[in-house]
């Protein structure tokens, strides 16, 4: 609720500065959000142009990367599914690096 009683440890003033820090950071994914429609219609744009080369996409948020990869239905491998992404790294081309993706 962004109070002070939500952690007694934290001043008004740190307990306002964490709320404004929250509301922020929901602005960026909303913001994020809103642009995917137009960056998916220009990604399946590119990939149907076989005179294209590689392209790289960076987002901040990964429920942006997610929106974006279901929305031009990318098939990609990451590491986090074993067999699975085994089977799909002979059908793509795509690779996701993002924080959930595992070492190796």
């Known amino acids: 609720n962004g109070s002070s ?3 007694p440890n934290l001043t008004p003033e740190q307990a306002q500065k ?4 929250r509301i922020l ?3 960026f994914i909303h913001s994020g959000m809103i642009k995917v429609p137009a960056i998916v219609a220009k990604l399946k744009r590119w990939l149907a142009d076989p005179t294209k080369g590689k392209l790289c996409i960076f987002a ?7 929106a974006i990869a279901e929305g031009a239905n990318l098939v ?3 590491g ?3 067999d699975r ?12 690096i993002d924080g959930r993706t595992l070492p190796k």
Do not use: E, F, P
Request: hydrophobic share 25%; aromatic share 6%.
């Open 5 to 7: 009683s939500s952690n």
């Open 18 to 21: 964490k709320a404004s820090k």
């Open 25 to 27: 950071n929901d602005l």
């Open 60 to 66: 901040h948020h990964i429920a942006v990367l997610d």
């Open 76 to 78: 990609y491998c990451d």
């Open 80 to 82: 986090r599914y074993g």
């Open 85 to 96: 992404q085994r089977s799909l790294k002979a059908r793509t081309n795509t690779i996701r």
